[in-house]
């Protein structure tokens, strides 16, 4: 049987590429990832992945322009919504006490399950970074360490992606912008997966 990651953590890159590309506004791109989003994650569930980690958006976001700093807003309190109506367990990590921070999302930002609760869980960071979570004690402590960081959009980079989390991370970067996801790229990434060399310093 093929290796598969417990946990992978999602980077959406190029929303905005994507919307600047056909010829739209940089904040239309947001809420095409949506669909994307969703997709993957029910990909994720047939594979049997245990968690799923969303970069929504982080501190240093939210100095956009106003007009994208709505749409990205929005689109991640639209993407709890698609998230919960797969029954799986969602919690929202972000520092929830800056007006940046969607009110809609604060009842999500406490996860509620007990210990024999056998649901995938489904992270979504949101107004979140690596700063804030340094110093108020780590609030994403109770995620597990990440197997499988899978960036859209072709940039090298974690963005502040859950420092802790990522320590051991294998890294796949794919060069498709994050609105044109098809499962063949998850596929492609989980293989990718497969083929490294997963030590953890041993």
């Known amino acids: 049987m093929a290796r598969l990651p417990n946990h992978i953590g999602i980077i959406p890159d190029g929303n905005r590429r994507w919307a600047n590309g056909r010829g739209l506004k940089k904040e239309e791109g947001y809420a095409y990832g949506l669909k994307a989003g969703l997709d993957l994650l029910r990909a994720a569930k047939r594979r049997g992945i245990r968690e799923l980690t969303y970069y929504g958006f982080t501190v240093d976001n939210c100095k956009r322009p106003k007009e994208q700093v709505a749409a990205f807003s929005k689109a991640c309190v639209k993407a709890a919504e698609m998230i919960l109506s797969e029954s799986v367990l969602l919690r929202v990590v972000g520092n929830r006490e ?51 960081v899978i960036r859209w959009g072709g940039m090298c980079r974690l963005s502040g992606f859950l420092p802790v989390q990522t320590v051991y991370s294998d890294i796949c970067v794919l060069e498709e912008l994050w ?24």
């Open 98 to 148: 800056s007006p940046c921070f969607p009110s809609g999302l604060l009842p999500y930002t406490e996860l509620k399950a007990d210990s024999g609760d056998e649901r995938m869980r489904v992270n979504l960071l949101v107004n979140y970074g690596w700063e804030w979570d340094m110093k108020h004690g780590f609030p994403s402590r109770n995620l597990s360490r990440i197997d499988l």
């Open 179 to 202: 609105p044109d996801y098809e499962n063949s790229q998850f596929e492609r990434a989980l293989e990718w997966y497969r083929r490294q060399d997963v030590t953890l310093g041993g």
